[in-house]
Antibody, heavy 112, light 110 residues
């Protein structure tokens, strides 16, 4: 059974940083592209970033370029998202995705 | 990276059929056969119900079907049931290995 378990969310002040983690199991992690998707409270889904199997190709939505960094550790079956220079509008539930499977999400709240 | 366009809401009675549209551009929906649809119930993670325009993952009811014409994809739900009431999102592969989602459609079963 595929499991994706996010952690690392929390309350942070504007301009602060957080590191989200996603522990993957139930599949060969190193063989798949991985993705982060977020959902602001009461809003729709927004693709944030993805990267390829060995982490050499990374892509970001324009609104997070230069502030967020996606990475992975295939030896630890883990995906990460480093969030820097956080803005109030980054407040959202962040989901780890290996299509078609999604984690349960971790909530990031940025206060002003 | 503009969001795909979906109607904000649709409704139907039990047993009826409804269709949700998802309009993009030639750079996303119209340019690739990688359109997916997700169902999301309140407080839950999204669930994939259609991939690659019209493929149903194992375990998804055959009441759900997908199609595409030009820059517009569509999700049809036939034989509406109360448990179908949820938010539905389309998603497409876009240029530069990115994804783009629709704004979401709230389905109400009357």
């Amino acid at each position: 059974e595929v499991q994706l378990v996010e952690s690392g969310g929390g309350l942070v002040q504007r301009g602060g940083s957080l590191r989200l983690s996603c522990a993957a199991s139930g599949f060969t992690f190193s063989s798949y592209w991985m993705t982060w998707v977020r959902q602001a409270p009461g809003k729709g889904l927004e693709w944030v970033a993805n990267l390829n199997e060995d982490g050499s190709e990374k892509y970001y939505v324009d609104s997070v370029k230069g502030r967020f960094t996606i990475s992975r550790d295939n030896a630890k079956n883990s995906l990460y998202l480093q969030l820097n220079s956080l803005r109030v509008e980054d407040t959202a539930v962040y989901y780890c995705v290996r299509d078609p499977d999604w984690g349960q999400g971790t909530l990031v709240t940025v206060s002003s | 990276q503009s969001a795909l366009t979906q109607p904000a809401s649709v409704s139907g009675s039990p047993g009826q059929s409804i269709t949700i549209s998802c309009t993009g551009t030639s750079g996303d929906v119209g340019g690739y056969s990688y359109v997916s649809w997700y169902q999301q119930h309140p407080g839950k993670a999204p669930k994939l119900i259609i991939s690659d325009v019209s493929n149903r993952p194992s375990g998804v009811s055959n009441r759900f079907s997908g199609s595409k014409s030009g820059n517009t994809a569509s999700l049809t739900i036939s034989g509406l049931q109360a448990e179908d009431e949820a938010d539905y999102y389309c998603n497409s592969y876009s240029s530069s290995s990115s994804w783009v989602f629709g704004g979401g459609t709230k389905l109400t079963v009357l």
